[in-house]
């Protein structure tokens, strides 16, 4: 099965370099380039777009609000938002998290990582870039306005729940948690799926709010 995808972002050299780079995939199309925000909201529709690989600042209508806008649309439902970004500290991204984002990378990611990232989007799992997510959670959870999420938090999970949680705060996915626990990676994904449901978590990217909210999982205990 193809992965339609549509890439967005406001520097026309940029979308160009990575229409190439998905193109040479066999399982991945392009189907549409979008310079704004709006412009991307409208093609994720008409190009009927499984991904979106967004970027979070471009005019018109910047990727954060563009995100909202796709997972707030019934008739996009099935659409999954991968947000790119400059700087591993960005503030945004854990606001483009909250919009309805499956997960974000840096743009200095190796060509290798970023086909991976969309295949792992697209397949339905969240995805952090692991080396900024610590230090950019612990920064988000200084700030008054921090997410209240998982009313019980991990107090309620099993030992084995609270490790997979923990895990998940430092950015492996299912087949590395799999490995780590010396589980089976359909194991490890039911965990997950059981940890979301317990927390009210909506994705994996609350998962990890949650874990470094309730101290779980120490600010910088991230895996790069």
């Not at 992965?3 to 998905?22: E, G």
């Not at 040479?24 to 189907?31: C, G, K, M, T």
């Not at 938090?153 to 299912?174: F, Y």
């Amino acid at each position: 099965m193809t992965i339609r995808v549509l890439l967005a972002d406001d520097q026309t050299l940029v979308r160009a370099s990575f229409a190439m780079l998905v193109e040479s995939a066999r399982d991945l199309e392009v189907v549409g380039q979008a310079g704004t925000g709006r412009e991307a909201v409208e093609l994720a529709r008409s190009a009927r777009a499984d991904l979106v690989v967004m970027d979070i600042r471009m005019p018109d209508l910047d990727g954060i609000e563009a995100t909202r806008l796709i997972a707030e649309d019934d008739d996009l439902a099935g659409v999954k938002v991968l947000i790119l970004t400059t700087y591993d500290t960005d503030e945004h991204v854990v606001e483009a998290l909250r919009a309805g984002a499956s997960g974000f990378l840096v743009k200095d990611t190796k060509p290798a990582e970023l086909l991976d990232a969309i295949r792992t989007v697209a397949a339905g799992e969240s995805l952090l870039s692991p080396g900024p997510t610590s230090r950019l959670i612990a920064r988000v959870l200084r700030t008054p306005d921090a997410p209240d999420v998982g009313a019980g938090g991990p107090d309620g999970l099993s030992g084995r729940e609270r490790q997979v949680l923990a895990l998940v705060a430092r950015g492996l996915n299912n087949t590395e948690i799999a490995e780590t626990l010396g589980l089976s990676p359909l194991t490890a994904k039911t965990h997950v799926s059981r940890i979301m449901g317990k927390l009210g978590a909506r994705d994996r990217a609350q998962l990890v709010i949650v874990a470094y909210e309730s101290g779980l999982v120490a600010p910088g205990a991230g895996s790069g």
